[in-house]
């Protein structure tokens, strides 16, 4: 089978398949390759299929200027997370050590309601998450923790 991309007298587009290019002649001479717009018989091939497209974009990917912009991707990534991080800081209270003793007061109402952060050692962040206390992990990378001026 093959696919063309097929364009009716008032240009709507649409896929057919055939068993060959001779099949798909055979069946527009005898106008029974429709548009499924309007019912239009007057089809024709239009020139470039999808996938010639498809094969281009692939060997752009290949050249070296494409590549060239991985590192910058990674740059993006890491400049997304430090900005994470910072408003992390920003909005939630540094507790240090006492962080599964807060997070407990404040889901069991004793506290404040308030984003916290602090330390939690794998028993203590295990033991929250029993109890249907919400903890995440992230790691906040210095840079952060001193918030420009
Ligand atoms: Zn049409």
């Keep these: 089978m093959i696919v063309f991309n097929l364009a009716c007298a008032h240009e709507h587009r649409f896929e057919g398949w055939f068993a060959s290019g001779d099949e798909f002649d055979s069946q527009c001479a005898r106008s029974l390759v429709q548009c499924p717009v309007c019912a239009s018989a007057e089809i024709r091939r239009l020139p470039s299929a999808p996938r010639l497209n498809l094969a281009r974009a692939g060997g752009d990917e290949r050249t ?86």
């Design 64 to 149: 070296p200027a494409a590549s060239a912009g991985a590192p910058a991707t990674a740059e993006v990534m890491q400049q997304k997370l430090l900005q994470m991080a910072r408003m992390l800081v920003q909005q939630t209270d540094d507790v240090g050590e006492r962080f599964a003793e807060e997070a407990r007061k404040i889901h069991y109402r004793e506290a404040p309601p308030r984003g916290i952060r602090g330390v939690a050692s794998p028993v203590e962040v295990a033991e929250l998450n029993d109890e249907g206390i919400e903890v995440f992990a992230f790691p906040i990378p210095d840079a952060a923790k001193n918030p420009l001026q």
